[in-house]
T-cell receptor, first 113, second 111 residues
């Protein structure tokens, strides 16, 4: 009964390095989301995928790319990491219907030095 | 575009006192609204949700929220706060599959 699984849990990158954050859900949900959480800023939406095969920009997409690999998996890629991308990243998924709740992963704490 | 505003960044309340957290939303159509709680170092947990019907909705842990369309508000309340309610609380709105959150309100509970 895993729910939403994010890997890795912690990561330190050097400026300019690239990496991919992985997210997988086992609830057969259609919609998946990537957020970043910074103190005083709440959760800001980076990208989302309403269904398999579609992705859309959220509020803060610059510097990120996403791939909805299949219905289960939604990855977030940082092509050239910057210190401003130091944050905690959360993946979430939701089922069919606008009134369904979102389920969240435990987060990835990323530090860019 | 949809948005959520939580006017209070931080609230301190005494244990046993009542709590009210404010949330204002902006969305052109019928809103689907949620309140989530995040305990320190944890992920987010759903407290309650509103999508139609009764304007007062009940949630887990003794929380309730009232939807007021005329004020574009969805305020969260608890009659008597416990020390374990110390956490960060987020209001959220869904529109066209996009799930947007407010900046959050941190609640501190003093003995």
């Amino acid at each position: 009964n895993a729910g939403v699984t994010q890997t890795p849990k912690f990561q330190v990158l050097k400026t300019g390095q690239s990496m991919t954050l992985q997210c997988a859900q086992d609830m057969n949900h259609n919609s998946m989301y990537w957020y970043r959480q910074d103190p005083g800023m709440g959760l800001r939406l980076i990208y989302y995928s309403a269904s398999e095969g579609t992705t859309d920009k959220g509020e803060v997409p610059n510097g990120y790319n996403v791939s909805r690999l299949n219905k289960r998996e939604f990855s977030l890629r940082l092509e050239s990491a910057a210190p401003s991308q130091t944050s905690v990243y959360f993946c979430a998924s939701r089922g069919q219907g606008l009134n369904t709740e979102a389920f969240f992963g435990q987060g990835t704490r990323l530090t860019v030095v | 575009a949809q948005s959520v505003t939580q006017p209070d960044i931080h609230i301190t309340v005494s244990e046993g006192a009542s709590l009210e957290l404010r949330c204002n939303y902006s969305y052109g159509a019928t809103p689907y609204l949620f309140w989530y709680v995040q305990s320190p170092g944890q992920g987010l947990q759903l407290l309650l949700k509103y999508f139609s019907g009764d304007t007062l909705v009940q949630g887990i842990k003794g929380f309730e929220a009232e939807f007021k369309r005329s004020q574009s508000s969805f305020n969260l309340r608890k009659p008597s706060v416990h020390w374990s309610d110390a956490a960060e609380y987020f209001c959220a709105v869904v529109g066209d599959y996009k799930l947007s959150f407010g900046a959050g309100t941190t609640v501190t509970v003093r003995a």
